[in-house]
């Protein structure tokens, strides 16, 4: 599976951004689909997963309420919405693939893409 993120770029603090990850080498209805982020200085983290089908979701708590992730199964995508961004949002995001999806709730995943750059300032 190789996977492609875009989408990232400069916000101002409270403002939006979407985040897009395309799958390639299968097809993306066959692996659950997740994001995690990389804060200059800190460890990468778990942001949201998706299930294969796209009926289950699981954020981590920083973002909850406030960023949205989703799937288009026939476009091989997934897509992070996030909304009322600060500055502790910043950081490079990476998209990530599984076979199952309970390994995201292990906070890790089976494939990863390069990342793409999010920068929130104040």
């Known amino acids: 599976v190789q996977l492609q993120a875009s989408g990232g770029g400069l916000v101002q603090a409270g403002g939006s951004l979407r985040l897009s990850c395309t799958a390639s080498?299968?097809?993306?209805?066959?692996?659950?689909m997740g994001w995690f982020r990389q804060a200059p200085g800190k460890e990468r983290e778990f942001v949201a997963a998706?299930?294969?089908?796209?009926?289950?979701?699981v954020y981590a708590d920083s973002v909850k309420g406030r960023f949205t992730i989703s799937r288009d199964i026939a476009d091989d995508a997934a897509y992070l919405q996030m909304k009322s961004l600060n500055i502790e949002d910043t950081g490079v995001y990476y998209c990530?693939?599984?076979?199952?999806?309970?390994?995201?709730?292990?906070?890790?995943?089976?494939?990863w893409g390069p990342g793409t750059q999010v920068t929130v300032s104040s």
């Open positions: 080498g299968t097809s993306a209805s066959g692996v659950a």
């Open positions: 990530a693939a599984s076979e199952r999806f309970s390994t995201f709730y292990a906070r890790s995943s089976d494939y």
């Open positions: 998706i299930s294969k089908g796209g009926s289950q979701t």
